[in-house]
């Protein structure tokens, strides 16, 4: 999604966007040493309910400056490297805590099959994901809307029930 959106909206070509693309994977390096020391810290489900918060922040903020851009450029260009900025953020903390609570409640028999299978519907949805965005970069409401809805739906049921519907406390 971000591609396009950067050569509809602010002409970026191939240097804009690998210096962009560069710069995004320094934040997520440190994102992921910063998850690293933090999850010694506190229980998993408080990282990923933090990850979580930071996605919904990153998609209502896009929502609300990103589907109908207003102002000058430079203002266009700074909601768009905050919510960009806002994404990667919260990136680590979903990543890292996803896995540990999904290898948690898998049976220990079955973990390599379970964390396959996963995988490979993450892999599914890593291709089928700016399929489905990248045809809707003219309608930003649909994508952004429905993004917003299933992470606020995720985020409720983490919340509330924990990685596949099982019960955990907040408490490490």
């Given at each position: 999604?971000?591609?396009p959106l950067?050569?509809?909206y602010?002409?970026f070509r191939?240097l804009?966007?690998?210096?962009?693309?560069?710069?995004?994977?320094?934040e997520?390096?440190?994102?992921?040493?910063?998850?690293?020391?933090l999850?010694?810290?506190?229980?998993?489900?408080?990282v990923l309910?933090?990850?979580?918060?930071?996605?919904?922040?990153?998609c209502?903020w896009?929502?609300?400056?990103?589907?109908?851009?207003?102002?000058?450029?430079a203002w266009q260009?700074?909601?768009?490297?905050?919510g960009?900025?806002?994404?990667?953020?919260g990136?680590?903390f979903v990543?890292v805590?996803?896995?540990?609570?999904?290898s948690k409640?898998?049976?220990e028999?079955?973990q390599g099959f379970?964390q396959g299978?996963?995988?490979?519907?993450?892999?599914?949805a890593?291709?089928?994901?700016p399929?489905?965005?990248?045809?809707?970069t003219?309608?930003l409401?649909?994508?952004?809307?429905?993004?917003?809805?299933l992470?606020?739906?995720l985020t409720?049921?983490?919340v509330?029930?924990?990685p596949?519907?099982v019960?955990?406390?907040l408490?490490?």
């Amino acid at each position: 999604m971000v591609t396009p959106l950067t050569q509809k909206y602010f002409d970026f070509r191939e240097l804009e966007n690998s210096v962009m693309y560069c710069l995004c994977g320094v934040e997520v390096i440190a994102g992921f040493f910063f998850v690293r020391w933090l999850s010694r810290r506190v229980a998993d489900r408080v990282v990923l309910a933090a990850g979580l918060v930071i996605c919904n922040i990153s998609c209502a903020w896009c929502l609300i400056f990103l589907a109908k851009p207003r102002g000058s450029f430079a203002w266009q260009l700074a909601e768009f490297a905050i919510g960009v900025f806002l994404q990667l953020l919260g990136l680590p903390f979903v990543a890292v805590s996803q896995v540990s609570l999904f290898s948690k409640v898998t049976a220990e028999k079955t973990q390599g099959f379970s964390q396959g299978v996963r995988r490979s519907v993450g892999g599914l949805a890593t291709i089928l994901g700016p399929l489905w965005a990248g045809g809707l970069t003219d309608n930003l409401y649909v994508m952004l809307g429905m993004m917003l809805a299933l992470l606020v739906l995720l985020t409720e049921r983490e919340v509330t029930e924990g990685p596949l519907g099982v019960s955990l406390s907040l408490a490490p």
